[in-house]
């Protein structure tokens, strides 16, 4: 008898990496991803699928991935309780971080307008056009399925997070490639792929990890020679190479490591086997491009930021800026 969960049980049946014999660690990989499926199987994970259930799959509808909405089917076309459950599905995936989406006519307007970063990053993008790529940190999969109209021949988002599993189950029920792929891997996980990689995106992590220059390592790790990495980070203002430690909670949050300045970054990619080294955005970051909204309905940058002087934190520290930097692995 089979006393697999049956979401676990799909999750470990998507062998996305079989056609890549002898390029991937297959062994290590498929143990690494029997660990992970037992997030699967927590009550917590319940919330997202028991909605999800109700969804029902669908062939042929449109679909466009070009502009700055993901739209996925039409308006008007699903029946009352077709429509019904779609939304108490999506609204079972709130807090929706990127976007925007749009699902049969159901407008998501996420947190951040993840177009704009989007129309930054692209005039610097190689071109993918049969490329394999990784998004790490790939959350709904937005950047992923904006790279499609460049025909990538292979993507995968990587996220230990088990939300972003079922927003990955959720696009699948209307929009099925076999080169859009999802792991419940985290960037550690990086070197079951040796030199695999044609181009890494590495966007608003780096500053959440204790330890970043390793990060960049394990990175450089699964790129091919010459591969392209688009970084992007929080940071603060400056020329010179330095980094702010934040004492305990930076913009309310615990999870913030440390701040670079720009050339800050730079030095630790130079020095994790990175090249052709670019920083092409530095600004500050604006309540227009991050915002509480009905599908983010948490805090956001309004609340982290003195309401006295937007320069600063609440904690006082300097107010975020986002560097953007494109480098090649030599």
């Known amino acids: 008898m089979n006393l697999t969960p049956p979401m676990t049980e799909a999750y470990l049946a998507d062998r996305y990496y079989a056609p890549y014999p002898g ?15 037992g997030l699967l199987d927590k ?11 109700q969804v ?22 699903l029946s ?53 790529i990784c998004d790490v940190g790939c959350n709904n999969e937005y950047y992923m399925y904006r790279m499609l109209p460049a025909d990538p021949w292979f993507v995968l988002g990587i996220d230990p997070m088990v939300r972003y599993y079922f927003h990955h189950q959720l696009n699948k029920k209307f929009h099925r490639d076999h080169r859009i792929n999802f792991d419940l891997l985290g960037v550690d996980d990086l070197d079951l792929f040796p030199r695999f990689f044609d181009v890494v995106f590495f966007m608003g992590i780096i500053y959440h990890r204790r330890n970043p220059v390793q990060t960049l390592n394990v990175i450089n790790s699964c790129m091919k020679p010459g591969g392209t990495i688009i970084l992007e980070a929080s940071g603060i203002p400056g020329d ?4 702010l430690f934040p004492e305990g ?14 050339s800050a970054l730079k030095n630790m990619l130079s020095r ?4 052709k080294i670019e920083v092409f955005e530095n600004f500050k970051l604006e309540h227009e491009e991050q915002r509480q909204t009905p599908w983010a309905i948490y805090e956001s940058l309004e609340h982290f930021l003195d309401p006295d002087n937007p320069d600063k934190t609440v904690e006082g520290y300097p107010a975020p800026v986002r560097i953007y930097i494109r480098a090649e692995k030599r």
């Open 23 to 37: 390029e991937v660690d297959a062994e290590r990989l498929e143990q690494r991803r029997r660990e992970q499926s």
């Open 43 to 53: 009550p917590s994970a319940r919330v997202f699928q028991t909605p999800l259930e």
């Open 56 to 77: 029902k799959p669908r062939d042929g509808d449109s679909f466009d991935f070009s502009g700055d909405t993901i739209r996925l089917g039409e308006a008007g076309i």
């Open 80 to 132: 009352a309780e077709d429509q019904s459950a779609l939304e108490a599905s999506l609204k079972s995936l709130i807090p929706w971080r990127k976007g925007p989406f749009s699902y049969y006519g159901t407008e998501i307007d996420s947190e951040w307008r993840s177009n704009l970063k989007w129309d930054r990053v692209e005039p610097w993008l190689p071109d993918l056009k049969n490329k394999k």
């Open 240 to 243: 010179e190479p330095y980094c």
């Open 249 to 262: 909670r930076y913009m309310k949050a615990p999870g913030y490591w440390f701040l670079p300045t720009a």
């Open 272 to 275: 994790s086997g990175f090249h």
